[in-house]
T-cell receptor
């Protein structure tokens, strides 16, 4: 079991460039989510999905798009990168949404936007 | 909506001393509460969770937390700190049903020899 995997581990972009952060899980989890972590801000939810074909916005969705065509994959797209999107991005999954379910986290992607 | 407040962005202890990390929550319905730990340059991993079965919850690495409804608190403790406990700790809350997980801002635990 690889758990939750994220690629790339590091990325540097120029303002205005687009890119996709990849996230995959092999635990057959229905719920997947994307967070960004900034110093002193904790983790803030960007987008989440409760199953294939279903996505919804979290606390800070602007500038990001997601889709969920399979149970395993949940990519995060930056449409036009801005310096304010410099952050560490974590993908997480759990068997179901909310309640007592533990979320399993990937190792993170450290993104710098110049 | 639910929320979490962690008191103290940094806590410093000596090796062997008591660790106490504070977490207060706000929720209009009975909450589920979690503590996660993040070691440097890693993702988060679950330390323990409260699911209403018992108010005193034991987790990994000797940590435990007590749910106190009257104080809306879920403080994390460990009797004796180890150097390896140095990490950032996050308290989080969710509620029954279709609900996202809401995190506190985190507390960095520093352990000195």
């Amino acid at each position: 079991n690889a758990g939750v995997t994220q690629t790339p581990k590091f990325q540097v972009l120029k303002t205005g460039q687009s890119m996709t952060l990849q996230c995959a899980q092999d635990m057959n989890h229905e719920y997947m989510s994307w967070y960004r972590q900034d110093p002193g801000m904790g983790l803030r939810l960007i987008h989440y999905s409760v199953g294939a074909g279903i996505t919804d916005q979290g606390e800070v969705p602007n500038g990001y798009n997601v889709s969920r065509s399979t149970t395993e994959d949940f990519p995060l797209r930056l449409l036009s990168a801005a310096p304010s999107q410099t952050s560490v991005y974590f993908c997480a999954s759990s068997p179901e949404a909310g309640g007592i379910n533990e979320q399993f986290f990937g190792p993170g992607t450290r993104l710098t936007v110049l | 909506a639910q929320s979490v407040t962690q008191l103290g962005s940094h806590v410093s202890v000596s090796e062997g001393a008591l660790v106490l990390l504070r977490c207060n929550y706000s929720s209009s319905v009975p909450p589920y509460l979690f503590w996660y730990v993040q070691y440097p340059n890693q993702g988060l991993q679950l330390l323990l969770k409260y699911t209403s079965a018992a108010t005193l919850v034991k987790g990994i690495n000797g940590f435990e937390a007590e749910f106190k409804k009257s104080e809306t608190s879920f403080h994390l403790t460990k009797p004796s700190a180890h150097m390896s406990d140095a990490a950032e700790y996050f308290c989080a809350v969710s509620v029954t049903g279709y609900s996202t997980l809401t995190f506190g801002k985190g507390t960095m635990l520093l352990v000195s020899p």
